[in-house]
């Protein structure tokens, strides 16, 4: 995290700032709303003029116009007078309460009443939003309601953090890209497609680099187009095998590698390096590492490049549904499903098969269960501690509708 540094920051339209950072505090221009106005459609007067009314001997007010929404307020409010008012229209000077129409009685082109509270529904200037006021905080990731307040100031564009510009490159003699004809014993190239939305999903810019043969050459060149970019990421290539060039090309290339190998399983063959401060990550080949890798290393980075100020997954406390051995030596992360009991605990199962070629284990999860360094595993019942990867799917229990009382019909085919 001390090795990657925030990207520069760019002005963009509304349209485009959902889920971008904010680079700068916003502040606001304008007093929203502008002027005192009414929140209901009815009838505006003031309160003053109804004291000693009652039912038996009301006030009858006469009715002088009608202020709709957009018009001026006009004529301050006479003795005894009031005006039909629409919502959102500006409340006429000495009126200090509306009636709504629904609670009205009109006799005549008079509003018979009796003794009004001041200050009902009337919306006053300001309430919202104060002119110069900051409304939005640096690091805020900006969701809808914040684009609302800004559009409410009539402002179009907002100054965000760049997204990162992701390189991701596949390596193997034996991965090929999808639409070739693999060989005998060949395999599709799934990295680089799952990295690819990984990268999406952060709000970064990812681009495919292809694979890389299991040539020093080849691999070279890849990588030094790779590292036009803001962050290169590569899989594979990165093992202790005869044809594994990664490490090797990284630091011909000038490439600072500062770890290449991680106490944790799976995933121990990792290389994190920098050049001219471009992270560089070599993330393992094997399927669910590499995912695995870029949830735990790369996701948190990029982060920290655009700006955010929460970097990492929720992390929760679940109870273990079953029995799990480990050696002590490495960190595991196993992949779990987490659900939440009705009684409001969470408790989570592995998702079968942890082997580290076994892409399933990563796609039912919805959470990764941390086994520390020198932990011999867990017994059912035990706590553990787990990374939250889809939290929504965490909350929703098992099988658990969020309104357990409400039949929704099926939709029509
Ligand atoms: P390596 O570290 O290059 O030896 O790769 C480890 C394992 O991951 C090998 O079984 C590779 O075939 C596999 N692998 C490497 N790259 C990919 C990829 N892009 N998609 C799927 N599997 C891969
Ligand atoms: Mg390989």
């Given at each position: 995290m001390e090795n990657v540094r925030l990207l520069g920051t760019e002005k963009v339209f509304l349209s485009e700032a959902s889920g971008r950072v904010l680079s700068e505090p916003f502040f606001a221009r304008r007093d929203v709303p502008p002027l005192d106005n009414s929140a209901m459609d009815g009838f505006a007067l003031n309160s003053g003029d109804t004291s000693g009314a009652s039912e038996k001997s009301p006030a009858?007010?006469?009715?002088?116009?009608?202020?709709?929404?957009?018009?001026?307020?006009?004529?301050?409010?006479?003795?005894?007078?009031?005006?039909?008012?629409?919502?959102?229209?500006?409340?006429?000077?000495?009126?200090?309460?509306?009636?709504?129409?629904?609670?009205?009685?009109?006799?005549?082109?008079?509003?018979?009443?009796?003794?009004?509270?001041?200050?009902?529904?009337?919306?006053?200037?300001?309430?919202?939003?104060?002119?110069?006021?900051?409304?939005?905080?640096?690091?805020?990731?900006?969701?809808?309601?914040d684009v609302g307040l800004v559009a409410s100031q009539g402002i179009s564009q907002v100054r965000v953090r760049m997204r990162a510009g992701v390189a991701i490159l596949g390596t193997g003699d034996e991965v090929v890209s999808l639409g070739e004809n693999p060989g005998e014993g060949q395999i599709y190239g799934s990295n680089s497609h799952a990295l690819f939305c990984l990268v999406r999903e952060c709000g970064g810019v990812a681009r495919h680099l292809g694979i890389a043969r299991d040539d020093p050459r080849d691999v070279a060149e890849k990588v030094e187009e790779g590292l036009l970019s803001d962050v290169l990421i590569t899989s594979g290539g990165v093992s202790m095998g005869d044809f594994d060039y990664l490490k090797g090309v990284f630091s011909e290339l000038g490439v600072n590698i500062l770890f290449q190998e991680v106490a944790q399983k799976p995933g121990k063959p990792m290389v994190f390096g920098v050049?001219?401060?471009?992270?560089?990550?070599?993330?393992?080949?094997?399927?669910?590492?590499?995912?695995?890798?870029?949830?735990?290393?790369?996701r948190p980075a990029l982060f920290r490049m655009m700006g955010h100020e929460r970097l990492f997954r929720p992390l929760i406390t679940a109870v273990l549904d079953e029995d799990?051995?480990?050696?002590?030596?490495?960190?595991?992360?196993?992949?779990?499903?987490?659900?939440?009991?009705?009684?409001?605990?969470?408790?989570?199962?592995?998702?079968?098969?942890?082997?580290?070629?076994?892409?399933?284990?990563?796609?039912?999860?919805?959470?990764?269960?941390?086994?520390?360094?020198?932990s011999e595993g867990g017994k059912a019942g035990d706590e553990v501690e787990v990374y939250l990867?889809?939290?929504?799917?965490a909350l929703y229990g098992e099988g658990e509708h969020p309104e357990p009382k409400a039949q929704s019909p099926k939709p029509k085919e």
């Amino acid at each position: 995290m001390e090795n990657v540094r925030l990207l520069g920051t760019e002005k963009v339209f509304l349209s485009e700032a959902s889920g971008r950072v904010l680079s700068e505090p916003f502040f606001a221009r304008r007093d929203v709303p502008p002027l005192d106005n009414s929140a209901m459609d009815g009838f505006a007067l003031n309160s003053g003029d109804t004291s000693g009314a009652s039912e038996k001997s009301p006030a009858a007010l006469r009715i002088v116009r009608t202020i709709g929404a957009g018009d001026r307020a006009g004529q301050p409010l006479g003795n005894r007078e009031a005006v039909r008012i629409m919502t959102g229209a500006p409340v006429p000077d000495g009126a200090d309460t509306v009636i709504p129409v629904e609670d009205a009685v009109v006799e005549d082109g008079f509003l018979i009443c009796g003794s009004i509270r001041k200050g009902n529904h009337i919306r006053l200037a300001g309430e919202d939003i104060r002119s110069g006021e900051e409304i939005l905080p640096t690091g805020r990731v900006l969701r809808a309601a914040d684009v609302g307040l800004v559009a409410s100031q009539g402002i179009s564009q907002v100054r965000v953090r760049m997204r990162a510009g992701v390189a991701i490159l596949g390596t193997g003699d034996e991965v090929v890209s999808l639409g070739e004809n693999p060989g005998e014993g060949q395999i599709y190239g799934s990295n680089s497609h799952a990295l690819f939305c990984l990268v999406r999903e952060c709000g970064g810019v990812a681009r495919h680099l292809g694979i890389a043969r299991d040539d020093p050459r080849d691999v070279a060149e890849k990588v030094e187009e790779g590292l036009l970019s803001d962050v290169l990421i590569t899989s594979g290539g990165v093992s202790m095998g005869d044809f594994d060039y990664l490490k090797g090309v990284f630091s011909e290339l000038g490439v600072n590698i500062l770890f290449q190998e991680v106490a944790q399983k799976p995933g121990k063959p990792m290389v994190f390096g920098v050049r001219d401060g471009k992270p560089v990550f070599g993330l393992p080949g094997n399927p669910v590492s590499a995912t695995l890798g870029f949830e735990l290393y790369v996701r948190p980075a990029l982060f920290r490049m655009m700006g955010h100020e929460r970097l990492f997954r929720p992390l929760i406390t679940a109870v273990l549904d079953e029995d799990i051995r480990k050696k002590p030596g490495r960190r595991n992360f196993l992949r779990g499903v987490v659900h939440r009991r009705e009684d409001g605990e969470f408790h989570v199962a592995t998702t079968g098969d942890q082997g580290s070629g076994i892409l399933r284990s990563m796609s039912r999860a919805n959470g990764i269960i941390i086994l520390p360094e020198q932990s011999e595993g867990g017994k059912a019942g035990d706590e553990v501690e787990v990374y939250l990867i889809d939290s929504e799917d965490a909350l929703y229990g098992e099988g658990e509708h969020p309104e357990p009382k409400a039949q929704s019909p099926k939709p029509k085919e």
